[in-house]
């Protein structure tokens, strides 16, 4: 019984290797292009809601550049998505991002292209290029590039229900009182004020940035990134009291039990008039009216102050566009970012996602609902999102949500210094650009 | 007859006995050559694909690498600010008080359901597969469907019957909504064990209750030194594979709070994958990651020989 | 060790009382075999499974606006596009033949190379290479994900194999650990004897695995067989991360579509939920019948 010297493999291995290499083989084969003098552009797309707006669009580019293939990859978890395909070196030739605190992280690690010298830079309304600018950008070339070009904005306010209003006779609040006495009235008459769902921490958000944005003092977040750990000279503390107190008035006014309702009951609340205002913004516009088609929406900047000309709108870029920055396809990439940038297609998008159009020259949207932020947006009297500014390893949502349901602004502030003070001392070397 | 469940506890932890008697060892001593080629492809894939990324990701521990771009070494700096961190510290004292109570409720209802279906019921195919849907359900739909439950249906029902003080969401009470993810967990943990313990029972052979039947012996006591002694190896595995897993619980707690209300049900792979990847902190999240390697393996390892011990004792 | 002994000094004793004629006391109160109490038990207990099943199916039927109330309302309008909308929105043929393919080779590559480690180490413990192994194979049951996730992702990318087939390479690798766990104690329980008789009989190293040990594994290869499959088909994370190429999306990753920005689209998901849940559930009931047989085949001796 001699054991032989070199294994003799079980049959059962054989087909399993088999069928091993055929689908290497397929895998492979799938991955080569199908004509030599097409090119395929990767289109990284981040927003689920938008896919069949953006399957139309390529469709129509397509029409009009026989010569190009865009793929739209419409990517779960963006976030963790765009990190995996960096480590992999392998940057899509076209983005779509959220323009947030992620982006600017992204755009300071120099991983997008220089716009800068693109003619469609001129068409941007500029107040909403600042705020991409705002948020970071790549200083590898000594100055401030343009790394993202904004596609969609949004516009953060309060939310409100014009039949409630007239059924109680309340006006639009200019002013910081007039919306706490609208609030009272509402109350007398048994009608909730808010609808508020803070199940979902982020909710308490647009509060946050209204109040913080508006109260904050100019320079507040290069000071406070200047300071280091150490929050001598400005800290939210000092300089956020204020705004953090009205925000907790605001949510005392909150319906029975909204520690419980998340975002989805709080869209089908409202659409079906269970409060007079909702502090959202108008994004959750089409949330809504998935809900009730009918619902009766209006909007109004939040009135921080008493002075009604400190009114600004909150306004974000929902969906901003990259180039990546060694994609070897930079003629064609262009050539669609131009495209999705036409006015055409903006205001295409704007129409069906009940956004804002970044263009300069751009028709008003018509959005009745939205007519009481437009102007701002026109005029550029808008501010950023002030939690694009807070690094996002601090649980900032997370604190927020705590402070509305106990009512302490106190303990937040203290806890926001803290993380603040902690994640700066972490953060030993300033992330410089290539 | 043998018996088949108590060669499994010698491997881990103790002197396992020669599994062959002396006189065969010297047949088997030409053999070897071939169990090396079993071994050694696996060894080298396995060397490659996981043990050269945990070392690589235990490098970057010492880095402030932000998961892309440009880094530098920062020595032990990461792990200094980590024992300062009250995120950290407070989702370490969650997600242990969690684990422990998750575990020996999964492992209890899990047994009592295995011996369920595993005696002589109506339907047992059918109620073999109802008992498997948890484990096979996707984390959106348990997610939604058991906040819906919790915010809703209970609230109501508990109203109904004149126990106000659960009409709440449970959910939304930073002091209680850890119960219910630990509700959620279990419910969904259980169809896994339960398919564990089932594999175990069966290999109890039937003969041994019967003739522990005839004896006069009451379910009880059979249960106690028939099934325990002899499953005793799967409640081992199943005790030290349950705690690790609920340590490393992430999917229930995104989908039910969020690490909410506020940050009290914040878990370790939370913060971890949140802060690091998201967040952009990918250095400083390596040293908790490898710190919670450690502690993972220190506590596996208590357990299992706690258990191993409290076994041979039986 | 003392268990074992005790337990057929116990069998042993009782074998010879049986052996003596006594009024048998029969375990089931003599209805033929069925426990009805227990049977009710376990229905009760199973309604705790079966109503938030209800649940998913009810909501899948339903349109956005009819979510509400207390949930368990049969819809009023049964909406069956919700299926055909999860269909298209998740081009589900083509994400279904991509789980698939996935799962199948992580399956048929799982149990084709795991019990064979494993066979290898059990028959060699008192060998310091193959005791080391096997610590060092169990060892990576408690790595925490988190720690390989990135280096994995560059490694997958550099070697070539960030596409389906490095998929199920890296699953049958991770299941490596918890695999031999398993395979290691049940071969432990596989006397030696009957390896000494093939070997005897002239079969070398690899006959005696396939000839003996493998069919004898047949209950332990159903249930790795099983937890192998759910984990692959249900896993989200890796293929997220690994995969390059959008056109090989697996399921799990297709689904996210209704995750949106700021709501989810409950109806159609779950409609998609169900989906995809089906064929995980016939191949579970298929299965777990292996797994009662053989091993009623395998005890008895």
Redesign the interface.
Known sequence: MHAPTHPRRPRWRVPVGALAVAALALSMSGCSSAQSDVVTLDFFQFKPEAVQDFADIVEGFEAENPGIRVIQNSVPDPDTAIRTLLVKNKVPDVLTLNVNGNYGELARACIFADLDAEPVVDTVNPAVQQIVQDLGTCAASGEDEINALPFASNASGILYNPDIFAANGVEVPTTWTELIAAADTFTANGVDPFYCTMKDAWTAGPAFVNLGGTLAPDGFFDDLRAEGSNLDSVSFSKDFDEAMQKEVELFSYCQENFASRDYNAGNKAFAEGASAMYLQGSYAIPAIRANNADAPIGSFPYPVTDDADDRVVVSGVDVGIMVGRDTPHPVEAQKFVDYLMSPDVVEGYTAAQSTFSPLENAAPNSDPALAGLEPYFTDGTIIGFIDHQIPASIPLVNLLQSMVITGDSETFLRSLDSEWSKVAARTATQRQGK | ????????T???GTT?????PPR??S??S??????????VP??V??F???????I???F?SLT?Y?????W?L?GL??YV?LF????VLSSYAFTFGFAIVSTILVNVIALA?AL??N?????K?A????????????I???G??????????F??IFTSLGFDGLS??I??D?NFAWIGIVIVTV?QAAA?NV??Y??GL??I?G??????????AS?WRQFR??TF??I??YFT?NMV?SF?SFL?VFDQIVALT??????ST?SI?MV???????????G???AN??V??IV??LV?FIQLRFLQRRE?S? | MSTLTNNEAFVADTAVDAARPRRRRRLDGGNGGINWWLTALIAVCSLTVLIPLYFTVVTALKTPDQLGGTGFELPTSIRWENFADAYQLTNFPRALLNTALITVGAVVLTLATNSLVAYAIARNMHKKFFKGLYFYFLAAIFVPFPIIMLPVVKETALLGIDTPVGLILLYTVYGLSFNIFIFVAYINSIPIELEEAARMDGASTWGVFRKVIFPLLAPMNATVGILTCVWAWNDFLLPLVVLSDPSAQTLPLAQFIFQGQFNTNYTVAFASYLMALAPLLVVYMIAQKWVVSGVMRGSVK
Do not use: C
């Open positions: 007859m043998t018996t088949t469940a108590d060669r499994a010698t491997p881990v396992p006995p020669p599994t062959t065969a060892k047949r088997f030409r053999t070897p050559r071939t169990f090396y080629w079993m071994v696996a060894l894939i396995f490659g694909l996981h043990t050269v990324p945990v690589s990701g235990m970057f402030n932000a998961g892309y771009g440009t530098d920062v700096s990461n600010n300062q961190d009250s995120r359901i369920g279906l005696a002589r019921i109506k339907f195919t109620f073999r597969g109802v008992f498997f849907i948890p484990y096979i359900l996707a959106l739909i348990i939604y469907v058991f906040n819906y439950l919790f915010a809703n249906s609230p109501a709440g969401n959910l939304a930073p419910w896994f398919i564990l089932l594999a069966q290999t052979p003969e041994l209750y019967e003739a522990a039947g005839i004896d006069g379910s030194s028939i002694p002899l005793g190896a595995i594979l690790k490393q969020n690490g909410g209300p506020g940050t914040e792979a971890i994958y949140r802060g690091g990847f998201q967040g952009g902190e990918y400083y999240q390596m990651a490898v919670y390697l993972i393996i596996s041979a039986i």
